[in-house]
């Protein structure tokens, strides 16, 4: 029998809950999902913004040309002021501006003397490189569908030109732009400090902007004296070919240099057309383009590398979307910047922790954009 004096047993409490392994509590689930929220709020602002600045390209297009320039007087502030410490820094400013007013002024001028001209002799060369081209295809009895019938350069030629009488245009809002700027320069440090009020937050934004402006200035200088290079040399060897328009298409090689990878071996098209039809179809717009692009090449992957080194940490896959993508936003203005943005985005993302890893995909090593200090 049952020994009735003993207290009935309790019953065995339930062991306490486990999940199981690979399953998440609620409260992890919760965080999980509140990132993933997180994460595509801000994926969708980014596109949104995108889509803002392509709606608005017309406006913040002189804009952006405009802080670049404000970069590069500050840079030439700098290097004057080193030069020469005695002047003051309103002086040093203004030196600056009126150098860089000049080049913008110079080349709006340029542009809007030999546009004319050039229109002229680009219509002329694409009609005769046309029948040029129909004759050799008729004369080798190729198919219909591989001849040059159907090929007007034309259109091509006229977007280019649209493009050059645009920049013309953006000059003047450049330049206003420009004074803006420079007149509530002096007021930035003000705005620094009521933007981030924490000693921690300034010295932030202040790591940002130096890598920036650092970035900007090292791509802007090497690609001006990459173009002044290229520009140079192509004046020589279109003067000893004796093509017309030889300063205005070295004006155009300039630009192009700072479009990367396509842009030089492109601008080698032009010349090589006007000198078919100027000289017609023979060895000198052939030679032409055998030293021309000889020395594109050269300088591109032989020179260039070498002034460059490590300096700039673009992956170079990034470098020939970058150009497309920002071709789209800002026509042929974001073809230019397209390389010296991509490095201000990776500038901002590597001292922002949440968009780190854009900054390290985009970069060449990855770990030269980690900040020291994290």
Not at 197 to 221: D, I, K, N, W
Request: contains cysteine; charged residues 15%.
């Amino acid at each position: 029998m049952a020994d009735l004096s003993k207290p009935p047993r309790a019953p065995a409490a339930d062991p306490p809950h486990t999940p199981k392994s690979g399953t998440l509590t609620p409260a992890e689930r919760e965080a999980r999902m509140m990132s993933t929220l997180t994460n595509s709020v801000f994926i969708l602002t980014v596109l949104a913004c995108v889509g803002v600045v392509h709606w608005l390209e017309d406006l913040l297009t002189p804009v952006m040309v405009a802080v670049f320039s404000l970069i590069l007087i500050d840079a030439i502030a700098r290097s004057v002021g080193r030069a020469v410490p005695a002047i003051p820094e309103w002086a040093r400013l203004a030196v600056a501006f009126v150098i860089i007013s000049l080049v913008l002024v110079g080349a709006g001028a340029l542009v809007v003397h030999s546009l004319p001209r050039f229109a002229a002799d680009m219509v002329e060369a694409a009609s005769n490189a046309q029948q040029m081209g129909f004759q050799l295809t008729s004369q080798f009895n190729l198919p219909r569908f591989a001849r040059f019938e159907q090929l007007d350069l034309r259109p091509y030629f006229s977007d280019l030109l649209s493009s050059l009488r645009q920049m013309v245009t953006d000059l003047v809002l450049v330049l206003i732009y420009l004074g803006f700027l420079l007149a509530s320069r002096r007021t930035f440090d003000h705005k620094v400090q009521l933007l981030f009020p924490t000693s921690r937050s300034r010295e932030h934004a202040q790591r940002v902007f130096r890598r920036v402006r650092r970035g900007a200035e090292r791509y802007v200088l090497l690609q001006a004296f990459k173009g002044l290079l290229l520009g140079s040399l192509f004046w020589v060897i279109l003067r000893v070919f004796g093509l017309h328009d030889s300063i205005f298409l070295s004006f155009l090689v300039f630009l192009a240099s700072f479009i990367p990878i396509v842009g030089p071996a492109a601008a080698v098209i032009i010349p090589v057309v006007l000198a078919l039809a100027q000289f017609g179809f023979g060895w000198r717009p052939v030679l032409l383009f055998v030293s021309l692009q000889a020395m594109v090449v050269a300088i591109d992957s032989v020179l260039l590398p070498r002034l460059q080194g490590d300096r700039l940490d673009v992956d170079p896959v990034v470098v020939l979307v970058s150009l497309s993508f920002w071709y789209l936003i800002f026509g042929i203005i974001g073809a230019l910047f397209s390389t010296v943005l991509t490095v201000v985005v990776i500038a901002i993302a590597a001292e922002t922790p949440r968009i780190r890893w854009l900054a390290v995909v985009l970069s060449k090593r990855g770990d030269g954009v980690i900040p020291s200090g994290g």
